[in-house]
T-cell receptor, first 112, second 115 residues
Framework: GNSVTQMEGPVTLSEEAFLTINCTYT??????LFWYVQYPGEGLQLLLKATKADDKGSNKGFEATYRKETTSFHLEKGSVQVSDSAVYFCALKGNYGQNFVFGPGTRLSVLP | DAGITQSPRHKVTETGTPVTLRCHQT?????MYWYRQDPGHGLRLIHYSYGVKDTDKGEVSDGYSVSRSKTEDFLLTLESATSSQTSVYFC??????????????FGPGTRLTVL
């Protein structure tokens, strides 16, 4: 079946540091890929998505590129802020069926 | 932001009592989902709906039932709550794209404590 693997963290960075959160997936065909962010006490918010190979999703300075050859969708940001402290979830929606698969989440803490 | 509300936002109940959580959307999306989120388990799908009166089980459906009598409302019922159902419950919606669900959007969550 479909699955998502991501680094669980926690990840602790200083403000303005470069961020990478790795995400790899297993799926047949060409799934859609997503990154969600969850701030304390809130629901998951869509951060970005990509629906086909080599697509780059971007939002709020975050980027991720759909790499079919390495089955990866790593999240990056060039300069993190304290306000980026949250839990980040990688997810996929397969070509078949109706359900989504989520990774375990990666907690990011950014220190001033 | 997608128009999704959940009620109640917080609830404390006792073991053995019935509990109903409500998810309401104003987006007219076809698909609706109930998840639970627990430390160490991530997000787990309980039930989902692919249309009015059309529902199916997820990976952790035991002890839960759902109903969808209108497009905008999806109810989750714990017939007899147990302490293992203490969790944060999230509703999600997605619109149909070529007959399949597209991006999921989440509600704010309901924190349920079963004593």
């Amino acid at each position: 079946g479909n699955s998502v693997t991501q680094m669980e963290g926690p990840v602790t960075l200083s403000e303005e540091a470069f961020l990478t959160i790795n995400c790899t997936y297993t799926a047949t065909g060409y799934p859609s890929l997503f990154w969600y962010v969850q701030y304390p006490g809130e629901g998951l918010q869509l951060l970005l998505k990509a629906t086909k190979a080599d697509d780059k999703g971007s939002n709020k300075g975050f980027e991720a590129t759909y790499r079919k050859e390495t089955t990866s969708f790593h999240l990056e940001k060039g300069s993190v802020q304290v306000s980026d402290s949250a839990v980040y979830f990688c997810a996929l929606k397969g070509n078949y069926g109706q359900n989504f698969v989520f990774g375990p989440g990666t907690r990011l803490s950014v220190l001033p | 932001d997608a128009g999704i509300t959940q009620s109640p936002r917080h609830k404390v109940t006792e073991t053995g009592t019935p509990v109903t959580l409500r998810c309401h959307q104003t987006e007219n999306h076809r698909y609706m989902y109930w998840y639970r989120q627990d430390p160490g388990h991530g997000l787990r799908l309980i039930h989902y709906s692919y249309g009015v009166k059309d529902t199916d089980k997820g990976e952790v459906s035991d002890g839960y039932s759902v109903s969808r009598s209108k497009t905008e409302d999806f109810l989750l019922t714990l017939e007899s709550a147990t302490s293992s159902q203490t969790s944060v419950y999230f509703c999600a919606i997605s619109e149909s794209l070529a007959g399949s669900p597209d991006t999921q959007y989440f509600g704010p969550g309901t924190r349920l404590t079963v004593l």
